[in-house]
């Protein structure tokens, strides 16, 4: 069965950085493309990042834009967000997220703190 777990969350100063890591099983790795989402107490989940299969095409949300960078390593099932230059309002849980076979599957959330 699909899972995707990821890890690499914590607590951490504005302006300071975050490498998080969704570690894939149960499909195809490279045959999918993948996305980072997160959500903020109150708020909508909304999609971060977008990368495709080969990591060749990458699209981000406007907010995060210039600061974080998604990247994949097929190798290894693997895909990365590297969060720089974070802010308070980064603050989120955030998920690793694929399509596959016509179900979108989630992990369990990693959660992201930014604060002095």
């Known amino acids: 069965q699909v899972q995707l777990v990821e890890s690499g969350g914590g607590l951490v100063q504005p302006g300071g950085s975050l490498r998080l890591s969704c570690a894939a099983s149960?499909?195809?790795?490279?045959?999918?493309?993948m996305s980072w989402y997160r959500q903020a107490p109150g708020k909508d989940r909304e999609l971060v990042a977008f990368?495709?299969?080969?990591?060749?095409?990458?699209n981000y949300a406007d907010p995060v834009k210039g600061r974080f960078t998604i990247s994949r390593d097929n190798a290894k099932n693997t895909v990365y967000l590297q969060m720089s230059s974070l802010k308070p309002e980064d603050t989120a849980e955030y998920y690793c997220?694929?399509?596959?076979?016509?179900?979108?599957?989630w992990g369990q959330g990693t959660q992201v703190t930014v604060s002095s």
């Open positions: 997220s694929t399509h596959v076979r016509g179900s979108r599957y």
């Open positions: 149960g499909f195809t790795f490279s045959a999918y493309s």
């Open positions: 990368i495709s299969t080969t990591g060749s095409g990458t």
